[in-house]
Nanobody
């Protein structure tokens, strides 16, 4: 079965960096767009970053542009989220997700409902 397993979360101070990883199995990884989302209790899951199946296009939420970078290694079935200059408002559970239905657009979708598979999430906590 399809599994997406996130890792790399933790407790850091404002201004620090973290690198999240998401290892995928059970799917043709290089045929999926990948996305990172985050969620805090009581709020909807929000788009953070997305990368197309080839890695050729990326997109970011305005709140993280210039600080976060999404990359992927199709040989290792892994997508990464490098997070620099972290802020307390970045505190959330971070999820990776895989999308197959939007391949023709050339972009990873920003809507959570467009994704087919999800990981279990990893907690990121940024203290001030």
């Amino acid at each position: 079965q399809v599994q997406l397993v996130e890792s790399g979360g933790g407790l850091v101070q404002a201004g620090d960096s973290l690198r999240l990883s998401c290892a995928a199995s059970g799917l043709a990884f290089s045929s999926y767009n990948m996305g990172w989302f985050r969620q805090i209790p009581g709020k909807e899951r929000e788009f953070v970053a997305g990368i197309s199946w080839s890695g050729g296009t990326t997109r970011y939420a305005d709140a993280v542009k210039g600080r976060f970078t999404i990359t992927r290694d199709n040989a290792k079935n892994t997508v990464f989220l490098q997070m620099n200059n972290l802020k307390p408002e970045d505190t959330a559970v971070y999820y990776c997700a895989a999308d197959y239905r939007s391949l023709a657009t050339g972009f990873a979708p920003t809507r959570a409902g467009s994704y087919d598979y999800w990981g279990q999430g990893t907690q990121v906590t940024v203290s001030s």
